[in-house]
């Protein structure tokens, strides 16, 4: 097993700062890559499936417990988040595959996209996958998830 981890790539910047909007432009310019991004479509948050290039409903107006996870002001579906953690097991043989994004959710309650998140970077850092790991992580969460993953040796970027 590799001590190093400069298989997986941490993009981070502040909240509303077009990380999503970059990496479309960015997978655009690469020819296997998987994952999802969680664009604001209209208005509203979606699950986009890179590699099946499909749109799920993500945020919601709902507030239902039982289909809905509340965070802050915002709801989303949990079909949207099982989507996204069956994208996430579905990962194999990419150049890249992202995850877009791991929040609040994730690193501070174990919701949302884990445990799947938690899965597949262990699979990056034991070489059990091939190609690169791109987590997009919000700025303010960066610490917390290096600390929580052990990724103190994955590469940081701020820009694509």
Same mark, same amino acid.
């Given at each position: 097993?590799?001590?190093?981890?400069? +298989?997986?790539?941490? !993009?981070?910047?502040?909240?509303?700062?077009?990380? @999503?909007? #970059? !990496? &479309?432009?960015?997978?655009?310019?690469?020819? +296997?890559?998987?994952?999802?991004? @969680?664009?604001?479509?209209?208005?509203?948050?979606? $699950?986009?499936?890179?590699?099946?290039?499909?749109?799920?409903?993500?945020?919601?107006?709902?507030?239902?417990? #039982? @289909?809905?996870?509340?965070?802050?002001? &915002?709801?989303? $579906?949990?079909?949207? &988040?099982?989507?996204?953690?069956?994208?996430?097991?579905?990962?194999?043989?990419? =150049?890249?595959?992202?995850? =877009? %994004?791991?929040?609040?959710? %994730?690193?501070?309650?174990? %919701?949302? &996209?884990?445990?799947?998140?938690?899965?597949?970077?262990?699979?990056?850092?034991? +070489?059990?996958?091939?190609?690169? !790991?791109?987590?997009?992580?919000?700025?303010?969460? $960066?610490?917390? #998830?290096?600390?929580?993953?052990? !990724?103190? %040796? #994955?590469? $940081?970027? +701020?820009?694509?």
């Amino acid at each position: 097993m590799s001590s190093s981890h400069k +298989n997986i790539i941490i !993009l981070s910047r502040p909240v509303h700062s077009g990380k @999503t909007t #970059a !990496l &479309f432009r960015y997978i655009k310019t690469i020819s +296997n890559v998987s994952g999802f991004l @969680t664009p604001d479509v209209n208005g509203s948050r979606m $699950l986009y499936d890179i590699g099946e290039d499909k749109y799920y409903p993500f945020q919601t107006d709902e507030t239902d417990t #039982a @289909t809905t996870i509340k965070i802050g002001r &915002f709801s989303f $579906l949990q079909s949207a &988040f099982q989507n996204g953690q069956q994208i996430i097991n579905h990962c194999g043989k990419q =150049d890249l595959f992202v995850i =877009d %994004e791991v929040g609040k959710l %994730e690193v501070e309650n174990d %919701e949302g &996209f884990e445990p799947m998140i938690s899965k597949v970077i262990v699979q990056f850092k034991n +070489n059990d996958v091939s190609g690169n !790991l791109l987590l997009v992580i919000r700025d303010t969460l $960066l610490e917390k #998830a290096i600390s929580k993953y052990g !990724l103190v %040796e #994955a590469k $940081l970027i +701020n820009q694509l």
